[in-house]
């Protein structure tokens, strides 16, 4: 659990301060004298934090983005729209996806038609079918009538069927320049409500299909990754807060997925409530383990020098000493402190 630091303002000399570097561990009288420094700064103010002591548990908030996320969106432009209307006089069919759905590559999201494409794409395909019976027949009166010459009412069913072909193949295409197809395999994100009611916004989204590797990354080897952690304090199993925009789920920490095993400073995480896809990025939150009874102050006190790290502590008169520390682990804001305080002290910070 964290402990409180207790922060004020207070008013220090002004001109210079020349203070001579001591150590201990919070004793009354600190005996090792080290050699002197000039730790001297022109100041009117300076802040104070409280040495602690007890027990600490960091707490981290850091961001997991998804792994080879791409998103697609799809929309009707103005002009497009007018085309189908005023062209084809083409009315929405049939919404074939909504979402969280799975959709693969080369699905039909948003279907159309028109009466008028839809009359020519029957005629077409029944005046190929008549033909094609008439070739059937011709073919088995050949067989009958050897002598006779039917290659010029052959070439012309042939050719009707070929027309039909043709017309089926130009019907065909303009559908498909006008429904709405996935080019990718991926995950519904987003969907135009509209579109259940029949209604098509030109210029708005009306699908945004998202692509991923199915597992969020988080870096340990940013420089804005959360201090006293590294990937290794991870293992598979460990399960963390995530936070999205609309809630909050979990996500549980996953083996190395094939293919990135020589990249040791990420964690690899997968969702385990909330569904596949929680958003690009999330921010997760997680606790160390408690350090019990350690002594640690704002890192910010440290004041690293040449011959060592050392502290300013206030001493009752309202001046200053340095005190020699020894640096352990920092947690977040805190940095422990293994030898030279002992909890209590008052401490400038730098």
Do not use: W
């Amino acid at each position: 659990m964290f402990t409180g630091r207790r922060i004020k303002r207070i008013a220090a000399m002004t001109g210079l301060m020349t203070l001579s570097f001591l150590s201990g561990c919070g004793q009354a009288a600190r005996s090792e004298l080290v050699p002197p420094a000039d730790m001297t700064y022109n100041s009117t103010e300076k802040t104070t934090a409280t040495v602690e002591k007890g027990d600490l548990t960091y707490a981290f908030e850091y961001e997991i983005t998804l792994s080879g996320y791409e998103e697609y969106d799809y929309r009707i432009s103005n002009e497009k729209l007018a085309e189908m209307e005023n062209v084809y006089d083409m009315k929405l069919d049939t919404v074939s996806a909504t979402m969280g759905d799975h959709v693969k590559a080369g699905q039909t999201l948003i279907a159309f038609h028109s009466e008028e494409l839809d009359e020519q794409l029957l005629s077409s395909r029944q005046n190929k079918e008549l033909a094609r019976l008439k070739l059937d027949h011709i073919a088995r009166l050949a067989e009958l009538e050897p002598n006779r010459d039917y290659t010029e009412q052959i070439k012309l069913l042939e050719n009707e069927c070929r027309v039909a072909d043709l017309y089926v193949s130009d019907v065909q295409s303009i559908y498909s320049s006008f429904n709405i197809t996935s080019d990718i395999d991926g995950i519904v994100t987003d969907m135009d409500p509209a579109l259940a009611e029949g209604h098509i916004a030109p210029g708005k989204i009306l699908f945004r299909i998202v692509k991923n590797d199915g597992y969020y990354v988080m870096d340990m080897g940013s420089k804005d990754s959360p201090t006293g952690f590294t990937a290794a304090d991870f293992t598979p199993g460990d399960r963390l807060t995530a936070k999205g925009a609309a809630s909050d789920y979990e996500v549980e920490v996953i083996e190395t997925p094939e293919g990135r095993e020589g990249e040791t400073d990420l964690v690899f995480l997968k969702p385990v409530t909330g569904g596949d896809f929680l958003g690009e990025s999330l921010k997760v939150t997680g606790r160390s383990a408690t350090r019990k009874n350690i002594c640690h102050v704002d890192k910010k006190a440290i004041v690293k020098t040449e011959t060592g790290d050392y502290v300013l502590v206030r001493r009752e008169d309202g001046e200053y000493e340095a005190v020699k520390v020894t640096v352990g682990d920092t947690l977040g804001l805190e940095v422990v402190i293994t030898e030279g305080l002992s909890g209590g002290e008052q401490v400038a910070l730098q």
